[in-house]
Structures are given as C-alpha cells and as structure tokens.
C-alpha cells in the first residue's frame, strides 16, 4: 500500500498540470477548540482518481484512490475520510498547522491546496458582573457562573491562596474564615467587610463540562479576577477661609475643603450654584484649595465644596464676604425744616458703597442711643427725635463701618422757633408794658 501512494504521488509529480484543476474550500483558516473535531472541505471542476492529505512538512495523513480511502496509522483511529472532506477528532493544540491535499484527475492534471488550522486550549468561561466597589462593613459576595462541576476551587488574595477546595481537601485562611461563606460552585461571599479586605482577588475553577459537538465530557480550567476597593463614607463636609476679613486691599485669600473622613476621590466647587473651573479661580491641592487672587466684591457670594467618592458624597458650605470701602457717608434731615413743637425729625445715614454692618450716632461728641427723645431705627440708620426743641441743635455725626473700612458723615441740626408763638408772646408782653406807662402818665 505505501508503495502504491509513493508511485502515485512521483506520478504527480511527474505529469502533473494544475493549469485545468481548481480547488477551493469554504474555510481556509479554521480555528477549533481542543476536543472539537477539525473538519477540512475541498471543492473541485474535474473527477478526481486520487487525493492524498499531509500535514506539516509532508507527514502523511490519509489517501484516497478511485473510491477507496485509507489513514495513516499515526491518524486511524481518529480521522474520518471521504471523497471532499476529512475529519479529524478529539484535536489537541498540537494539531495546529499547516494541511496540505493534493487533487489528481482522470486527465491527470494535479492541483493542491493549504489549510492554517488552529486548535485553541477550551478553558471554563468563568463570568461575573461584580463591581468590585463597596462600602467599607458592607457584606459583598464575589459571585461567579460557568458551564460545568467543579472539582477543584483555588481563591487568592494578593496572589497568595487563601481557598482551596478539592475532592479531599478544604483550606481556609484564619484571615477570613469567621466572615466567609463559600458557595458550591464557588462564588464567595464576605461579612463585615474591612479596609483591610481590599485588593486583588483572583479565583481558578477547574470543572468537567461536556463537548456539545462531540456529546462527550472533558475537563478544563478558568479564571477570573477582581479588584475589590473599599470606601468609607464621606464625613461631614467644612469650608474655611484663610482669613478671616477679606477686602479689596486683600491679595489673595484661600478658601479649603475637607471631609471628617472617608476616602475623598472627587472634589467639585460651586458659587451660587454655578460650577467653578480654573478661568477665574485657582484650584489647589487635588480642588481641594480654592484660590481667589486679588478679590473684589464680585467675589462675594455663597460657596459650596461637594467631596464624593464612588459609595458617597457630602457638601459644606461658606458665605464669602469681600468688603469693598465706604466711599461717601451723606445724613439727610427730613424735614428739611424744623421748628419747635414738630411731632419729629428723622436723620438718615448711607454709604455710596460697602458693606454697612455698624451704624452709630454721635452728637456734639457724645454717643447718642435710643433714650427718651432719640429713636434708633433702620438697623440704626435712621435717628428720629420727637419733639424736637432747641436743645437738640448741635451737630450730629454718623459712623459707618464694616470689619474692613469705616467711613462718617455729619449734619448740623437747628430748630427754629416756632414763629406764630412768638408773635402771639411778643404782643403779650408789649400790651401790658404800654398800659403801665400810660397810667403812669395820667
């Protein structure tokens, strides 16, 4: 038989003409898992008498002559062999490569063609959708599915193992063994979780799973990771400036953010609820310091700090203000005129511009409160007097201020008398006085 395949193959050789013979095949390059039969298909245009299948560097695989087939006793009992096709089970990776046929028809015009098959290891696909975040005494489970029965189990921590379940034997470390519950098909699941528990977590399953093409079982391994991260949540929130008056004359002043505690891995600022990037500000130390050089005014305004991490976040807050100066101090009279027996007289203070946060009166030197005649309205800006009468002329001065600048106004009050009153008094005293001198007279 060997001598027949030899003859026939120097004949190729020898008369071959691929000119008229065309081969052709649906998959050139197939990719089969290990246990999955390999299965090559040739077309052809003409009625072949011989066809021989080599693999690699010529080793021979089986021969096909005029209806009969025979395999090589390296392939007997696992390759099938028809007319187009071969069939090559139970592969292993070391089939992956290169095959080679040979066509030879009744014109004994020859042609070949090459098939790149590659035989991938089957492992367990070992799937999860965990996501690996938790918080910090939260109970997580580090859950897996796969095809197949495990027979043995391999958990690590860091790359050292600290699960091991086989057939015989279960090992847990003391580490976690009071926290733990591992599942049967191996899925695990932790209590009273701890910082401590975080890192990479790693889980090999070997199992027996069945080939579906084939009908017949196998055994074959898989693994997973995870990254298992754990965050306590963000404390309370507090927001601090750097000084604790802050003016126009300031040249910089910081504004800092900080939790009580938890992991912080987000910082985010917001003034009056509109987000703050670094086009105004400068944001330092991880967002954590919100710059503001040379402030003014515009500054001034509600600030809030949101600190997060992935299972939480918390907000703090600040009133920021920037004290610009008491330009102008004006006090008014109303009414512009005043004369004894008026029911009041209202002087007002203001400031062209400025935080007014104090306001005091001083007449004639001496402080003035709210007492008998005197009444302090308006946050003290407005001093009214009732009844005023001459002995409240003088001059009254009004002192603003603000935690950075002050700034005073005055005015001279006069109350006059009160002109029908004096008339009326005049000719009183006048009346009599002249009757007196004409008595006198007579």
């Known amino acids: 038989m060997g001598f027949a395949i030899l003859t026939a193959t120097l004949l190729l050789i020898q008369y071959g003409n691929a000119a008229n013979l065309i081969i052709t095949s649906p998959n050139a390059s197939p990719t089969v898992l290990t246990g999955d039969p390999i299965n090559l298909n040739i077309s052809y245009n003409s009625t072949p008498t011989l066809i021989i299948w080599q693999y690699g560097n010529g080793i021979l695989m089986a021969t096909w002559i005029n209806g009969t087939g025979w395999s090589a006793d390296n392939y007997k009992n696992r390759l099938t062999l028809h007319q187009q096709n071969i069939s090559i089970g139970n592969s ?97 699941l932790i209590y009273n979780t701890t910082k401590d528990d975080a890192g990479n977590y790693s889980i090999n399953v070997t199992a027996t799973t069945t080939i579906t093409t084939t009908n017949t079982t196998t055994i074959v391994s898989g693994s997973q990771r995870f990254q298992v991260k754990f965050y306590d949540p963000v404390g309370n929130v507090t927001v601090k400036q750097s000084l604790q008056v802050v003016s126009e004359d300031t040249s910089a002043v910081n504004v800092t953010c900080s939790a009580s505690s938890g992991y912080n891995e987000a910082v985010t600022w917001m003034k009056a609820g509109e987000s703050i990037t670094n086009s105004t500000y400068n944001l330092l130390d991880g967002n954590q310091t919100l710059q503001i050089m040379q402030p003014n005014r515009t500054f001034s305004g509600n600030y809030s700090c949101n600190i997060s991490n992935a299972v939480s976040w918390s907000i703090g807050y600040l009133q920021l203000l920037v004290y610009d100066p008491l330009l102008t101090v004006t006090v008014t009279q109303s009414p512009q005129k005043v004369n004894e027996g008026a029911a009041f007289v209202n002087l007002g203070c203001s400031a062209s511009s400025g935080y007014t946060e104090m306001v005091t009166w001083m007449k004639d030197g001496q402080s003035v409160i709210s007492k008998n005649a005197y009444s302090l309205l308006d946050g003290n800006r407005t001093l009214q007097i009732t009844q005023p009468n001459r002995t409240f002329n003088g001059l009254y001065i009004c002192n603003v201020s603000n935690a950075a600048y002050w700034g005073s106004g005055s005015l001279n009050l006069t109350v006059s008398y009160a002109t029908l009153r004096a008339t009326s008094t005049y000719s009183i005293m006048i009346i009599p006085l002249l009757g007196g001198i004409l008595l006198a007279h007579w």
């Open 92 to 188: 292993a990776t070391k089939d992956s490569g290169e095959y080679t046929v040979t066509v030879t028809d009744t014109n004994r015009d020859s042609g070949s063609f090459k098939f790149n098959v590659v035989v991938r290891e089957r492992v367990l696909e070992i799937q999860s959708n965990d996501t690996g975040i938790y918080r910090t005494g939260a109970n997580i489970s580090l859950t897996i599915w796969y095809d197949g029965n495990p027979s043995e189990i391999f958990w690590f921590y860091n790359g050292n193992p600290f699960v091991i379940k086989t057939e015989n034997n279960e090992y847990i470390s003391d580490r976690i063994r009071s926290r733990m519950v591992l599942q049967e098909n191996g899925s695990l």
